[in-house]
């Protein structure tokens, strides 16, 4: 088991070598940069082993050099291959001195390699996971040094802050233009090259941070054990990492300003905004960001819930809340608006079902997990999505469609009649109904469009409530000779 400061430490490192391999692999190709990153790695190890329990012989790295050389020496995809294959048996070795003591195996045969093999993919594919479950355990060996517990745990709160910050970021930035020029000309990069290189730098640290920690385990639980441990967080990682969110997302509330509500005014002052424009940007991103923020609150409340985290987090995640719902009523505010001038679609009206859900399951969370209840979040949140969804299939979302659409058209309103000819069975129904209510030229395009169906035979294994009243109505359509049904 590697000890907290030395778990810090690599995660450190794997940071490190995570923004080196961002700048090694910039651009097409792979040759010298992959071999310089490979020696980068080694070094790192090399300095981690210092001291350590029981670090892998020196000449284990004999593999990685030579096979890391190769794709500096030769452009042949076919040796390449043979190269990735002698990088991963030398990660194998390096692995294999903890294997041998803890299973107690006397020599490196064929066997034991292949159980190193193992356990250094899995230790590919968990990443970081057991190094950041190592740091956060608490080292009773070590005298409380306050001045060295703090940088230690800002530093754990930046590295656990890092990914939802990237994640959350890059999305605002892609929902609004001046919050992504602002966040530009901070960081001198835009949303698409922002999203490559933390791509490239996250999975360089996390695959890094995961072989290291493999190669410099002393004997101790091995993947995936660890992948299971849990920690807590201390106060001052809750409040990076709670703190940063927060203020990441206040900062666009107060760039978006009046465009998150401004609506029919601010498209009134903006010759070049149009309301299609105004709705759909950015709503995807918005309802995004607002669903992965409540994981990413659970799993907070959940390392902060035994330890003094806990008192910062209530607050810290309440105006996370707050301001979470400020960008749920924005995206709400836009969908009412684009509907408002376009119709109801579908995609709109499931569109707003998930809306109310999230809103529905943060308030939740508020309630349950924010006052010491956590063990009623998941029951109500499951119960809120369960009411939801029943209360779509009792409405019938299509029929719902129909309906919205054919009250604009008699309000004179231009009527999508492909659109709503294709909603399926379940919209048929009602669309055969309302025909007599349709102006003269929708009524026999409608007519012509849902005629010039094919009839197939109901299977009675296959039978569905609304193909049965589709079916029916199709025949009383047709039964009037496609015309106007009466």
Not at 361 to 373: I, N, P, Y
Not at 416 to 423: I, K, P, Q
């Amino acid at each position: 088991m590697t000890t907290p400061r030395r778990a810090q430490q690599l995660l450190a490192a794997a940071v490190g070598l995570g923004i080196l391999g961002e700048r090694l692999l910039h651009g097409p190709g792979l040759g010298l940069n992959l071999t310089l990153l490979v020696m980068a790695w080694l070094g790192a190890w090399l300095l981690l082993a210092r001291g350590a329990e029981s670090p892998a012989p020196r000449w284990t790295v004999v593999p990685l050099v030579l096979c890391a050389a190769g794709f500096a020496w030769r452009d042949d995809p076919a040796l390449w291959m043979f190269d990735w294959l002698g990088i991963g048996v030398g990660l194998g070795l390096m692995a294999l001195p903890a294997l041998r003591r803890e299973r107690s195996l006397e020599h490196a045969g064929v066997g034991a390699l292949s159980l190193s093999g193992g356990q250094t993919a899995l230790a590919f594919a968990a990443g970081a996971l057991p190094a950041l479950a190592d740091a956060l355990r608490a080292d009773p060996g070590q005298g409380r040094r306050p001045g060295r517990e703090m940088l230690a745990a800002t530093a754990r709160g930046l590295v656990l802050a890092a990914p939802p910050l990237l994640v959350f970021g890059a999305l605002l930035m892609s929902a609004d233009a001046r919050f992504d020029r602002l966040v530009s000309s901070l960081i001198d990069v835009h949303f698409e090259a922002l999203v490559e290189r933390a791509v490239v730098v996250g999975f360089v640290a996390w695959t890094g941070a995961g072989l290291l920690w493999n190669a410099l385990r002393p004997v101790g639980p091995a993947m995936p054990a660890r992948m299971l441990s849990t920690g807590t967080l201390g106060a001052v990682e809750v409040a990076v990492i709670a703190g940063l969110l927060d203020v990441l997302f206040l900062g666009f509330v107060a760039v978006q300003g009046s465009y998150l509500f401004g609506g029919d005014k601010l498209i009134a002052t903006q010759s070049d905004l149009s309301y299609a424009e105004y709705a759909r940007r950015g709503f995807f991103q918005l309802v995004v960001v607002a669903g992965l923020s409540l994981p990413v609150l659970l799993g907070l409340a959940r390392v902060a819930a035994t330890g003094p985290g806990s008192r910062l987090f209530r607050p810290l995640a309440g105006l996370q809340i707050a301001l979470l719902f400020l960008i749920l009523g924005s995206a709400s505010h836009r969908l009412l608006l684009y509907v408002s001038q376009f119709g109801l679609t579908l995609d709109r009206l499931e569109a707003a079902a998930v809306l109310t859900w999230i809103g529905a399951t943060l308030l939740w969370f508020a309630a349950t997990v924010l006052r010491g209840r956590a063990e009623r979040f998941l029951p109500g949140g499951l119960a809120a999505a369960a009411i939801i969804l029943a209360t779509l299939h009792l409405v019938n979302p299509a029929a719902v469609v129909v309906k919205v659409n054919l009250g604009r058209a008699s309000a004179g309103v231009p009527l999508d009649v492909h659109y709503l000819a294709d909603l399926g069975a379940d919209g048929m129904p009602a669309l055969v109904a309302a025909l007599p209510d349709l102006p003269q030229g929708d009524r026999q395009l409608v007519s012509q469009l849902l005629c010039s169906r094919k009839s197939t035979e109901e299977q009675p294994l296959a039978w569905n409530y609304g193909r049965a009243r589709a079916v029916a109505a199709l025949k009383r359509l047709r039964a009037n000779g496609c015309g106007i049904a009466g």
